[in-house]
């Protein structure tokens, strides 16, 4: 099967799906790579490299597009791609379909068969290529975080890092899986002290064996908006798989924070938890509302391309792999039924019909 690798052209993606070394691979398992030019570039990836790999270039994006079977990418089409997909063929990437019903309506006008990373879904229930990204997710929000805490970025000027002598940061963490996880353990490895609210009683068990900083505690309303009201940092990280995620905080609870804290939803991509949540860009990071400043960029791991590229690509490789050996075939891989969102026109995916 033909595989294509378009370029991303979201505001500030960096990233690429495949690296050079997973092209490779593909080739050497007989299949055909396309990969526009300068795809790799802001993530370190020459176009030499993908040639060296035994990919054949493509000088525009359209190229990609008409001649692909199976189109890689990491970001769900934009507007001005959309109009390039053809019937039948197979888009795999990251959608968040649950908060685009707009890009729901166009994959199925489309006829497209559009598999998403984020529900694609191990026998044991995980989400493998989900997971890198929220890792380096909460990561970033952390780092983020602790510079629109200072003055000069809109915060209200209090340090992330531990400092004998001063108070710590209060840092509130809604969500106990991997990016939220991610989020509390640098927050707590810098100094914060830091609570998680979790639903999950297996999951906080492990998280209060995380590190001497972080509490976990119950998902309560409540002690939830307790919390929050006294909190400098809050970090929405709340998954539902494929579906929107809930909405969490109210407003009133984000009015009843001090005035300068910080808020970053890295769930924005499923709609976001928190009533006063809309999605930001790279190059519009933050508003402030209520008082209290906002960062729900929705690609967020795209800043740093590089280390993100690798991660993704590492546990793409595979699944790219079994679609372009299964061919006509591919509906009868085993982790198709989950990662299937539309197809012939039709959505496919539970969660996204409630």
């Given at each position: 099967?033909?595989?294509?690798?378009?370029g991303?052209?979201?505001?500030?993606?960096?990233?690429?799906?495949?690296?050079?070394?997973?092209?490779?691979?593909?080739?050497?398992?007989?299949q055909?790579?396309?990969?526009?030019?300068?795809?790799?570039v802001?993530a370190?990836?020459?176009?030499?490299?993908?040639?060296?790999?035994?990919?054949?270039l493509?000088?525009?994006?359209?190229q990609?597009?008409?001649?692909?079977?199976?189109?890689?990418?990491?970001?769900?089409?934009?507007?001005?791609?959309?109009?390039?997909?053809?019937?039948?063929?197979?888009?795999?990437?990251?959608?968040?379909?649950?908060?685009?019903a707009?890009?729901?309506?166009?994959l199925?006008?489309?006829?497209?068969?559009?598999?998403?990373?984020?529900?694609?879904?191990?026998?044991?229930?995980?989400?493998?290529?989900?997971?890198?990204m929220?890792?380096?997710?909460?990561?970033?929000?952390?780092q983020?975080?602790?510079v629109?805490?200072?003055?000069?970025?809109?915060?209200?000027?209090?340090?992330?890092?531990?400092?004998?002598?001063?108070?710590?940061?209060?840092?509130?963490?809604?969500?106990?899986?991997?990016?939220?996880?991610?989020?509390?353990?640098?927050?707590?490895q810098?100094?914060?002290?830091?609570?998680?609210?979790?639903?999950?009683?297996?999951?906080?068990?492990?998280?209060?064996?995380?590190?001497?900083?972080?509490?976990?505690?119950?998902?309560?309303?409540?002690?939830?908006?307790?919390?929050?009201?006294s909190?400098?940092?809050?970090?929405?990280?709340?998954?539902?798989?494929?579906?929107?995620?809930?909405?969490?905080?109210?407003?009133?609870?984000?009015?009843?924070?001090?005035?300068?804290?910080?808020?970053?939803?890295?769930?924005?991509?499923?709609?976001?938890?928190?009533?006063?949540?809309?999605?930001?860009?790279?190059?519009?990071?933050?508003?402030?509302?209520?008082?209290?400043?906002?960062?729900?960029?929705?690609?967020?791991?795209?800043?740093?391309?590089?280390?993100?590229?690798?991660?993704l690509?590492?546990?793409?490789?595979?699944y790219?792999?079994?679609?372009?050996?299964?061919?006509?075939?591919?509906?009868?891989?085993?982790?198709?039924?989950?990662?299937?969102?539309?197809?012939q026109?039709?959505?496919q995916?539970?969660?996204?019909?409630?």
């Amino acid at each position: 099967m033909k595989i294509g690798v378009p370029g991303e052209i979201k505001n500030q993606e960096g990233r690429v799906a495949l690296t050079p070394a997973a092209v490779a691979a593909l080739v050497q398992s007989g299949q055909q790579v396309l990969i526009q030019q300068g795809a790799g570039v802001r993530a370190g990836f020459a176009d030499q490299h993908y040639q060296e790999a035994g990919a054949q270039l493509c000088t525009t994006p359209q190229q990609v597009y008409d001649e692909a079977e199976v189109l890689v990418k990491v970001k769900e089409p934009q507007a001005s791609e959309v109009g390039w997909l053809r019937p039948g063929q197979l888009l795999f990437c990251y959608l968040h379909l649950a908060a685009a019903a707009d890009l729901t309506s166009q994959l199925q006008e489309r006829r497209v068969s559009a598999l998403a990373f984020e529900t694609v879904s191990a026998p044991d229930g995980k989400l493998p290529l989900l997971a890198p990204m929220s890792r380096i997710a909460g990561a970033l929000a952390i780092q983020l975080a602790s510079v629109y805490l200072t003055a000069v970025q809109g915060g209200k000027g209090c340090l992330m890092a531990a400092i004998p002598g001063l108070p710590r940061t209060q840092v509130v963490v809604l969500g106990g899986g991997v990016a939220g996880t991610q989020a509390a353990l640098l927050a707590a490895q810098m100094g914060a002290q830091v609570k998680v609210f979790e639903q999950r009683p297996e999951v906080c068990e492990r998280l209060g064996q995380l590190h001497p900083g972080v509490t976990p505690l119950p998902a309560v309303a409540g002690p939830m908006g307790e919390a929050i009201a006294s909190a400098d940092l809050l970090v929405g990280a709340v998954l539902v798989p494929g579906a929107k995620a809930p909405k969490l905080v109210p407003r009133s609870w984000v009015a009843a924070m001090p005035k300068g804290s910080v808020i970053v939803d890295i769930s924005v991509d499923q709609g976001g938890c928190i009533e006063t949540i809309h999605a930001t860009t790279h190059t519009e990071p933050t508003y402030v509302e209520e008082g209290v400043v906002h960062c729900a960029i929705t690609n967020l791991p795209g800043i740093v391309p590089h280390s993100a590229t690798q991660a993704l690509s590492s546990v793409l490789l595979s699944y790219v792999q079994q679609l372009a050996q299964a061919g006509t075939q591919w509906q009868q891989l085993p982790w198709v039924q989950s990662a299937l969102n539309v197809h012939q026109g039709k959505v496919q995916l539970a969660a996204l019909t409630r």
